[in-house]
C-alpha cells in the first residue's frame, strides 16, 4: 500500500461525511458472468452498501448499464442515500426517480448495422441497453481474435451513426458522445463538496474514473477488481467482488470504530 493509499484511506476514515465511495457495477460488485442479463450483485452486496451508505457522504455507481437496471440487479433500491449514474453517466437514477436524456437518434442505425456486422459468427451476441448497444465475444471459440476483428467495421459504424466505441474486455459498446465515468464522477464530486474519494473499477471504462480520482486533487483510492489481462495502474488490487466487499467492510469497519 502506498504513502497516497494510506492517506486517502485515512481521510476517508477520519471524515466520513465528506467521503464518496464511488463503484462499477459488472465485475466489482456482481461477477462477470456469459450472459449480462443474468448478472446479480454478489450475495453480500447489498448489506454491505446499506451499511456503508449510513456512514459516508455518498456512495455512487458510475455504470455503463441503464441506471435502473443496476438497481435491479443489484437490489439496491433501498440503499440510503445512493446514487446510480447509469450509461456512463447520461442516467441517474436517485431515491427512485430517474432521470436521462433522450434516446441518441444514432442508436437505430447502430443497432442495424452491427446485425449484419455479426451475422454468421458463432458465440457473438447482441446486447441493446436502449441508449447504448454492445457487442459481445466472450462466447466466441476465440474471443480476443473475433474482438479485434471487429474493431475497425465497429468503429467506423459508429463514426457513421455519431455515437462513440467504448472498448472493454469482450466487448465492444457503441454509446452517445460527451460523457465517460471521469465527467460522471468528477461532477459528483463537485456536487457534494467531496472531501476524499475512492472508486473501484475493474475494466478499461473505469480507468477514465481512476484518472479522475487522480485528477481531483482530493485524498483519493483507486482499486481495480479485474483480471490481470488488463494492466491498470491502481492504488489497491482485490480478487473480484469478494475482494471489493472485503474492503469496503474493513473501511466500514474503521469508521465505526472511530465513531
Excluded: C
Excluded at 454491505?48 to 456512514?55: H, I, N, Q, S, T
Excluded at 433522450?102 to 449484419?116: F, I, T
Amino acid at each position: 500500500m502506498t504513502t497516497n493509499t494510506s492517506e486517502g484511506l485515512k481521510a476517508i476514515v477520519a471524515d466520513p461525511a465528506g467521503a464518496v465511495i464511488g463503484l462499477d457495477f459488472d465485475g466489482t460488485l456482481s461477477p462477470i458472468v456469459p450472459d449480462p442479463a443474468a448478472a446479480r450483485i454478489h450475495p453480500g452486496g447489498p448489506e454491505v452498501l446499506d451499511r456503508l451508505g449510513r456512514l459516508v457522504g455518498a456512495v455512487v455507481i458510475v455504470t455503463g448499464r441503464p441506471a435502473a437496471t443496476a438497481v435491479e440487479y443489484g437490489s439496491l433500491a433501498e440503499v440510503p442515500g445512493l446514487v446510480v449514474l447509469g450509461h456512463y453517466g447520461l442516467e441517474r437514477w436517485e431515491a427512485g426517480a430517474l432521470a436521462a436524456p433522450p434516446v441518441h437518434p444514432g442508436l437505430d442505425l447502430a443497432r442495424e448495422g452491427l446485425v449484419s456486422l455479426v451475422a454468421g459468427i458463432e458465440g457473438v451476441r447482441i446486447e441493446d441497453k436502449e441508449r447504448s448497444v454492445a457487442v459481445h465475444t466472450r462466447q466466441a471459440a476465440d474471443p480476443w481474435a473475433t474482438l479485434d476483428a471487429l474493431r475497425e467495421p465497429v468503429a467506423a459504424l459508429a463514426a457513421g451513426a455519431g455515437l462513440a466505441v467504448e472498448p472493454g474486455k469482450f466487448v465492444l459498446e457503441l454509446r452517445p458522445p460527451g460523457t465517460d465515468k471521469g465527467v460522471a464522477l468528477s461532477a459528483f464530486l463537485g456536487e457534494r463538496a467531496a472531501r476524499s474519494v475512492l472508486f473501484a473499477g475493474d475494466d478499461l471504462g473505469d480507468l477514465a474514473a481512476f484518472a479522475a480520482v487522480r485528477a481531483s486533487g482530493l485524498p483519493g483510492v483507486t482499486v481495480f477488481s479485474g483480471s490481470p489481462e488488463i494492466e491498470v495502474e491502481a492504488d489497491i488490487v482485490v480478487d473480484g467482488p469478494p475482494g471489493v466487499l472485503e474492503l469496503l467492510t474493513s473501511i466500514a469497519d474503521a469508521i465505526e470504530r472511530e465513531a
